[in-house]
């Protein structure tokens, strides 16, 4: 019954190290995100694919790549850690043409970057 | 300044107390408001969503916008041990596809 589902849900890692998060959904939402939040709980946009396209691209260093195989995942790749990069990373899915649409949330994965 | 501010607390009531939790928001396009809930270790899940200025009841829940001041507040009546959780506003100007600009969240404990 799993909705938004994310692995791993926790990443420890040196710096300098590529790792990937990976995202599915099963909800049938054509709209997917990925949101950093901090230490702070503060919850931050960071991309927004729509049926596969790139919609939101915030700023965000290029060492961040995200990647949509089909609607139903989205996946993140990241180059070269840093420090900095320390976070909860959640992954979003929803409806994009719905009045006050949903945004349906994993359950996060915790990077630490050592 | 960002966009949105929420005070994080943490704050701390007695069960059955009232609960007022706020953001003030800057960006005057604004339309869509909603208040999200986060349990620890988990991801937020919608709690409220309004359209506009106004207010909106869902049981012990209420939402109230107010354009005019920038300012959103979400009101629990008779606190529960289960509504400890942290609290974030959210907004944005458009639905569909739509970009949330989040507070940083209040943590809020409801003692027993």
């Known amino acids: 019954d799993t909705a938004v589902s994310q692995t791993p849900k926790y990443l420890v890692t040196q710096m300098g190290n590529d790792k990937s998060i990976k995202c599915e959904q099963n909800?049938?939402?054509?709209?997917m995100y990925w949101y950093k939040q901090d230490s702070k709980k503060f919850l931050k946009i960071m991309f927004s694919?729509?049926?596969?396209?790139?919609?939101i691209n915030e700023t965000v260093p290029n060492r961040f790549s995200p990647k949509s195989p089909d609607k139903a995942h989205l996946n993140l790749h990241i180059n070269s850690l840093e420090l900095g990069d320390s976070a909860v990373y959640f992954c979003?899915?929803?409806?994009?043409?719905?009045?006050?649409?949903?945004?349906?949330f994993g359950p996060g994965t915790r990077l630490t970057v050592l | 300044q960002k966009e949105v501010e929420q005070d994080p607390g943490p704050l701390s009531v007695p069960e059955g107390a009232i609960v007022s939790l706020n953001c003030t928001y800057s960006n005057s396009a604004f339309q869509y408001f909603m208040w999200y809930r986060q349990y620890s270790r988990k991801g937020p899940e919608l709690l409220m969503y309004?359209?506009?200025?106004g207010n909106k009841e869902d049981g012990r829940f209420t939402a109230q916008v107010d354009k005019s001041s920038k300012y959103i507040s979400l009101f629990i009546r008779d606190s529960q041990p289960s509504d400890s959780a942290t609290y974030l506003c959210?907004?944005?100007?458009?639905?569909?596809?739509?970009?949330?600009?989040f507070g940083q969240g209040t943590r809020l404990t409801i003692n027993p």
């Open positions: 959210a907004m944005t100007s458009r639905a569909g596809a739509q970009k949330l600009v």
């Open positions: 909800l049938g939402h054509d709209t």
């Open positions: 694919y729509n049926n596969k396209e790139l919609i």
């Open positions: 979003a899915s929803s409806q994009p043409y719905e009045v006050g649409v949903e945004q349906f």
């Open positions: 309004t359209y506009s200025s």
